[in-house]
C-alpha cells in the first residue's frame, strides 16, 4: 500500500490544520492507520492512531483533547484534525499503517511521506 499524506503548512499559534492520508494500492478498510512526526532534531514520535473500523482511537498525551483522528474507509483516506497548535508542534507528519492496532502506534509495516507543519508563534 502507497500511502500520500497532505494538508501541511503554515499556521499561527491557535489555530487548526487538517491532514489528509489518501492510501492506494490497496485499500485501508482493514488495517489500523496512525500519526506520527518529527520535529527538527528530535526523533520520529507517536501521534495518533485508530483501528480499522474507527471505533478504537489512542493518542500521545500532549495530543489529546487538540487531535483527532478519523477515516474515511470509502475514501481510502485517514484524517488528523489538530486544533490549537502551538508552536512545539512543528514537526513533518507521516502517517502509517499496519493490521495491527498495536504495532500501528510502535512499529507500522508501511510508511507514508511526510508533510511538514509550521506553527508560528
Known amino acids: 500500500v502507497q500511502l500520500q499524506a497532505s494538508g501541511g503548512g503554515l499556521v499561527q499559534a491557535g489555530g487548526s490544520l487538517r491532514l489528509s492520508c489518501a492510501a492506494s494500492g490497496r485499500t485501508i478498510s482493514s488495517s489500523a492507520m496512525g500519526w506520527f512526526r518529527q520535529a527538527p532534531g528530535k526523533e520520529r514520535g507517536f501521534v495518533a492512531a485508530?483501528?480499522?473500523?474507527?471505533?478504537?482511537?489512542v493518542y500521545a498525551n500532549s495530543m489529546k483533547g487538540r487531535f483527532t483522528v478519523s477515516r474515511d474507509n470509502a475514501k481510502n483516506t485517514v484524517y488528523l484534525q489538530m486544533n490549537s497548535l502551538k508552536p512545539e508542534d512543528t514537526a513533518i507528519y507521516y502517517c502509517?499503517?499496519?493490521?495491527?492496532?498495536?504495532?500501528?502506534?510502535?512499529?507500522?509495516?508501511?510508511w507514508g511521506q511526510g508533510t511538514l507543519v509550521t506553527v508560528s508563534s
Open positions: 485508530i483501528s480499522w473500523s474507527g471505533d478504537s482511537t
Open positions: 502509517a499503517a499496519d493490521t495491527s492496532f498495536h504495532l500501528v502506534t510502535t512499529t507500522p509495516d508501511y
